[in-house]
């Protein structure tokens, strides 16, 4: 099971945004069987099973056992990822660009951004599954509280004048072999989950 698996496929996305298969997805951490997820759910076994096989169609979960119980094979089967990232891709003509209207200011650029990067990201991963090679990234993540906007704003304006000095210090328009690589550096407010969950 992958800790964060992106979905690429439209109705592999449609499939699991479904509420009954969510939380069937959910559940699915642990392997588990139609008739031990209906008394979870609290549908009928036949209904769980119907959802089960359209999980699997699409390859949302997967078979990990299959036993005999009494006169029927009972077949456990897990979800293929902890947790799930739909791509843009899914959605196709009306995905994201953020060629479309740049601006470093813009949250909804940023929002542009970010799901380029998991667009692309999820493409890879997909890439280097089939090709069962490794995937060479690098990401960052932390969080700097400010004294004010104008600290803020100072403290983006050296961040980009730090990452453009860093970028034509190593960047080699000429290497033979190079490949190019993304470099996306964001920074927004911190969400405060307490706060979240209280809306």
Known sequence: MFEVAVIEDPSAAEVSL??????LL?????????T???????LPR???????????QHGLVELVEERRKGNVNE?????????????????????????RSPDRLSARWLL??????????????????RAKKRLATFALDGEVRFASAADRAAFAEELAGFMTQLVAKYHDEQ?????????????????????????
């Open 36 to 42: 031990m997820l209906a008394a979870k759910v609290g």
């Open 175 to 199: 290497a033979e072999g190079g490949r190019p690589h993304r470099v996306v550096v964001a920074l927004h407010p911190s969400v405060n989950a307490s706060k979240e969950e209280e809306s």
């Open 26 to 34: 959910a559940e699915l951490a642990e392997p588990g069987s139609a």
């Open 112 to 129: 542009a951004v970010s799901a380029r990067l998991v667009r692309d990201v999820g493409t890879l991963i997909t890439g280097a599954t």
């Open 75 to 99: 077949r456990l089967l897990q979800a293929t990822a902890a947790s799930y990232v739909i791509s843009p891709t899914a959605l196709a003509a009306v995905q994201p660009d953020p060629a």
């Open 46 to 56: 036949q209904k769980v099973n119907y959802h089960l096989r359209t999980l699997e």
């Open 18 to 23: 479904d509420p009954v298969r969510a939380r």
